[in-house]
């Protein structure tokens, strides 16, 4: 298990080793874009899944990177317990509801 890399342009994804510190800047073999760095529970799509591309895309370009969503389980007396980890949708429909429910997770 290790962290990808990513060109959304190309739909192509690369490993990139365990130690997340340790990474390179890469740039797409193919295009020469830069490459978006996400964990390693990232699971690309084929590259013939165009709309499942576009999932992915829509996610990064609103802050989530494949990092840990948690989904909220109760709040009382103002503390709000988590619990279990969010799934991350497959299709566009789902994610933009994704977006908005868990907006104050995202990477700024």
């Known amino acids: 298990m290790g962290h990808k890399v990513v060109c959304l342009e190309c739909k192509k994804s690369f490993s990139q080793g365990t130690d997340f510190n340790d990474r390179r800047e890469a740039n797409c073999p193919d295009c020469g874009k830069s490459m978006t760095l996400l964990p390693h529970r990232f699971r690309p799509p084929k590259k013939t899944e165009d709309k499942k591309w576009e999932t992915v895309k829509f996610l990064i370009e609103n802050g989530f990177y494949y990092q840990h969503i948690y989904e909220i389980v109760e709040t009382k007396n103002g503390v709000t317990n988590f619990q279990n980890y969010a799934k ?13 429910q868990y907006k104050d997770q995202a990477r700024k």
């Open 88 to 100: 991350y949708p497959d299709n566009l429909r789902d994610a933009k509801e994704f977006v908005e």
